[in-house]
């Protein structure tokens, strides 16, 4: 079974995305076949701020580590850290994974969909086999965030080879239907808690991510921890630290074969 075939199960494929080795080696443990990377996640862990091609070494870094693990990885590449399309193809080709997620903003700006259709162009001619998942940010940032307009950008860069659509910040059904009943590619949403992944597939949406969501929540965590030491109240259990650190025994094996 390829990453493109597991866009194409009952249910949407939801793709967990980890932060750090660690994150990613305990949703692999937990049975997810694939599993992405974070933007946020990864830039928050160095002390930056998400956006502004501020995660490119430390994501690059961690999609190289991530590669030898026993699932399929796709890299949040934000808008390929670089303008010049035959560079992101480079950049791409380097992180060994099955899968990127490519947007089409920078700067917090939309940018022209053919400049992103380049990019969608290039990644896919210098690696035809990375499934290419192209961000549409109109609803996420709140610019042409209407359905015509997003699908005349999702148009586009399923024209330039795009094997994917991720419409993150669409959540309404009428919404979403009309946009995955107009594309012959998969359409990834985020999670939305009012929506089930069996209520999302039977909208046509094909794969569900996480996003920043787990990391967020994992820093909520760690603070109720210290919180219910402090003052009290009920310490939460957790993964014994014999079964983290095999875990990250067996993945230095992994690394040194």
Known sequence: MTF???HDAD???LLPNAWDVASALAFVEAGFPAIGTTSFGVAASAGRADGGRSSRDATRDLARRLSVLPAYVSADI??????????????VAGLGVAGINIEDSSANELID??????????????????????????YWLGQDADV??????????????????FVPGASDPADLRAITSELPVPVNVLVIPALSLRELGELGVRRVSTGSLPYRAAIDAAVGVARGVRD??????????????????????????
């Not at 934000?78 to 950049?91: H, K």
């Not at 009290?232 to 074969?257: C, H, N």
């Open 4 to 6: 493109r075939d597991l």
């Open 78 to 91: 934000e808008d390929g850290y670089d303008d010049e399309p035959e560079r992101v193809a480079q950049f």
């Open 113 to 138: 969909p053919a400049r992103h259709a380049a990019k969608i162009t290039a990644i896919k001619r210098a690696n035809p086999d990375v499934y290419v998942n192209a961000r549409v940010d109109t």
């Open 232 to 257: 009290g109240g009920e310490v939460p259990t957790a993964t014994p630290y014999p079964a983290m650190q095999d875990r990250l025994v067996r993945f230095e094996r992994l690394l040194s074969r």
């Open 11 to 13: 249910l949407p494929l």
């Open 148 to 165: 015509e307009s997003t699908l005349d950008r999702a148009r586009a860069y399923v024209a330039a080879g795009a094997d994917g659509v």
